[in-house]
């Protein structure tokens, strides 16, 4: 999954929106320099990853790859399932797209401290819903690509995986509704249980 699955699995589970996309950036093991929900929103970013890469849906998919390509997949196909959600959104929130950018947006430069002890960059709230909101468009999924493969060490390996990514799209659009449900439903399991009043 990528930022913007990630971010609607948080939000449908109550857990943090910065802690969803934080998952991408913090290493190890020991959250315990970060708030407790933000902690609580890493660790449901990596049981969903977990999960994704196990499900069936997602499994087939990868083994439609050639062998010397599929270890490449799984990237390809985290950026096509944002292209999917934003495809079939209204299915899937009764908040508008820009609503639910925008909301994130706000969320994750409030959150801009924690992405610097990180290691990773403050992003202002424009700019990450202008992001966010590229990826329903076939040039925001090139750009997102090309962008992944410069911090790759062959990263003509991931182009050429990801070749022809718009099949991969009409694949999964049917697949999608399944695999957000069971992940939806892991991550309700997963969220901090309500504080006592």
């Known amino acids: 999954m990528n930022f913007l699955a990630h971010l609607w699995l948080a939000d449908q589970s109550g857990t943090s929106l910065a802690g969803s996309v934080l998952g991408d950036v913090v290493h190890g093991s020991d959250l315990s ?93 424009r700019e990450f819903e202008h992001l966010l909101r590229s990826y329903g468009e076939v040039a925001g999924i090139d750009r997102a690509l090309r962008r992944t493969a410069t911090r790759l060490r062959k990263p003509e390996l991931l182009l050429q995986a990801a070749e022809g990514w718009l099949a991969l799209a009409a694949a999964m659009q049917p697949q999608l509704p399944d695999l957000l449900t069971d992940l939806r439903r892991l991550a309700l399991e997963s969220a901090p249980p309500e504080p006592m009043h």
């Not at 062998?67 to 985290?78: K, S, T």
């Open 33 to 125: 320099a970060y708030p407790a929900e933000i902690a609580a929103g890493v660790r449901l970013h990596r049981r969903i990853d977990a999960a994704t890469d196990r499900h069936p849906h997602m499994v087939a998919l990868r083994q439609s790859y050639p062998d010397g390509a599929r270890r490449y997949a799984g990237i390809v196909l985290d950026l096509v399932a944002d292209y999917v959600l934003i495809q079939q959104w209204s299915r899937h929130s009764a908040e508008t797209l820009e609503d639910f950018c925008g909301r994130c947006g706000a969320a994750i430069e409030a959150a801009s401290p924690w992405f610097l002890l990180a290691g990773g960059r403050d992003s202002s709230a």
